[in-house]
């Protein structure tokens, strides 16, 4: 593969149109059952949840999914899109969805928000309302049995997994 070249200093590859994408993303979700919920809304853009029953109850997990955090990450929300669009989900699963946790950094092609807070980075000491309303959305929720926080590297070749496993499990990355 042959590197472009063209993204010294920050992101200058494809950007796409947000708002189209999540109402693309929204009447995705309506078309196949999905419950939607949204936790903040600021700028004529709003920050959704989205929600799916396991279609086995009792017995599935609870999955956590999350995309569109830094606004020059464009793949992630697509990929959100694309994902909820073709609706291949596990029947034992129980899915939380946020397509897009920074829509305003994407309409400013910008991994920050409108306050220059990567929000990715926030969470510990939080200062972004976005960031405290996410976290307000989180402890209303349930334990999730697994979290995938979807990204997009333009910087490098392929895909990797970070994992975070604090009670020593076997790891899924290295395979």
């Not at 200093?9 to 796409?16: N, S």
């Not at 959704?48 to 396991?54: F, G, Q, T, Y």
């Not at 996410?134 to 999730?144: D, G, N, S, T, Y």
Request: a neutral charge.
């Amino acid at each position: 593969m042959k590197r472009l070249g063209k993204n010294h200093g920050g992101y200058h590859g494809e950007t796409i149109n947000i708002h189209a994408t999540l109402k693309n993303i929204g009447a995705a979700a309506q078309r196949h059952g999905w419950g939607s919920e949204t936790f903040y809304e600021h700028g004529g853009l709003k920050w959704l949840a989205l929600h799916r029953p396991s279609r086995i109850p009792d017995l599935g997990l609870r999955i956590y999914i999350s995309a569109g955090i830094h606004g020059d990450e464009p793949a992630a929300p697509l990929a959100a899109l694309r994902l909820l669009q073709e609706n291949q989900w596990p029947e034992n699963a129980e899915i939380f969805f946020l397509p897009c946790l920074n829509p305003v950094g994407f309409t400013l092609n910008k991994r920050e928000n409108t306050g220059g807070l990567d929000l990715n980075r926030d969470y510990r000491n939080s200062k972004a309302a976005e960031t405290h309303a996410h976290i307000a959305w989180l402890q209303r929720q349930p334990k999730f049995d697994l979290y995938l926080c979807l990204h997009e590297d333009w910087e490098s070749h392929g895909f990797y997994l970070y994992e975070q496993n604090p009670d020593g499990r076997p790891s899924f990355a290295e395979r």
